[in-house]
């Protein structure tokens, strides 16, 4: 199978928190990351297939006080996937 990821992925355990002005308040694990986006694990399952592009979708490790814009990707049943935006 081919790889689809241009970055080299980094196997990691790291709480974060995802904020959204409409959904609120969204608590995970990110499993992966790389230079271009993460796959975070949720801690419980939501929709969270959200139009980014007018609500901002922020990401905060949790023992970082800095955000990250990031945009929606995909969703599997408790993976989120995401791109960093900056």
């Known amino acids: 199978m081919d790889e689809r990821r241009f970055e080299t992925r980094r196997l990691v355990s790291t709480p974060v ?3 959204h002005s409409e959904i609120g308040r969204v ?3 990110i499993n992966d990351i790389s230079d271009g986006g993460a796959a975070i ?3 419980s399952f939501k929709n969270l297939n959200v139009d980014t592009t ?3 979708l922020f990401l905060r490790p949790i023992n970082l006080d800095v955000l990250f814009p990031v945009s929606y990707l995909r969703q599997t049943e408790s993976e989120l996937v995401v791109k960093f935006l900056e």
């Open 27 to 29: 608590d995970g694990v």
């Open 41 to 43: 694990k949720l801690n």
């Open 54 to 56: 007018e609500n901002a």
């Open 17 to 19: 928190r995802l904020y």
